[in-house]
């Protein structure tokens, strides 16, 4: 069965660079959530997308933006990346309310 | 201020014998939860979820056991295998609306052979 496919699987960026991830949910999914996982942490909810429209906000910090396109896909854009960016990236999808988020793989950014 | 709470970092079990991992919760707009497990450097695959209208939910190994009045969960695993050793996650979510997880900090279980 068709998973979160997300992209790229790695990503090692230099401090103040930026950095695309991307995320093509599940088909028939029309909700995109992304989550920022720390070494040792919980994952923290970030943004999320219904319809293309932004649902929810969490603890995004400013430098980073994000979009759910006509076919669904998300991107998260993070632009003057610093040293605490360092984390694993997870978008999760999921149709409508009430319904399981499944979770893509991971994108684990380093910043150095 | 950690709206869902797994108090026990790690768990180590025999296989063969039940693993119980606790969540609990103090946001009472909560109504659905989910258990996670996570392998190192994946991403958290969804193992079994419940509905504040129940108190129980099994699939095979797994049950998921809800204390609406305490605000508390369990997962029980039973027998454990060796293949259960991972990360677990407590999720919570109100029901209505496209409102993301809640996630716990996680329990690390390991299952002896």
């Known amino acids: 069965a068709a998973g979160v496919i997300q992209s790229p699987r790695h990503l090692i960026k230099e401090k103040r660079e930026t950095a695309t991830l991307k995320c093509y949910p599940i088909p028939r999914h029309d909700t995109v959530y992304w989550y920022q996982q720390g070494p040792g942490q919980d994952p923290q909810f970030l943004i999320s997308?219904?319809?293309?429209?932004?649902?929810d906000k969490g603890s995004i910090p400013d430098r980073f933006s994000a979009q759910q396109f006509s076919d669904y896909h998300s991107e998260l854009n993070m632009s003057s990346l610093e040293l605490g960016d360092s984390a694993l990236y997870f978008c999760a999808s999921s149709f409508r309310t009430y319904s399981e988020a499944f979770f893509g793989q991971g994108t684990r950014l380093t910043v150095v | 201020d950690q709206q869902v709470k797994q108090n026990s970092p790690s768990l180590s079990v025999q296989e063969g014998r039940i693993s119980i991992l606790n969540c609990d919760y103090t946001n009472s707009m909560f109504d659905y939860f989910l258990w996670y497990k996570k392998y190192p450097a994946e991403g958290p695959t969804f193992l079994i979820s419940?509905?504040?209208?129940?108190d129980k939910n099994e699939d095979g190994r797994f049950t998921v056991f809800l204390n609406k009045s305490a605000k508390h969960l369990s997962l029980h695993i039973v027998p454990s295998q060796p293949g259960d050793s991972a990360v677990y996650f407590c999720a919570a979510s109100p029901s209505s609306g496209n409102t993301p997880l809640v996630f716990g900090k996680g329990t690390r279980l390991s299952v002896i052979a």
């Open positions: 997308f219904y319809e293309k429209m932004q649902s």
């Open positions: 419940i509905s504040s209208i129940k």
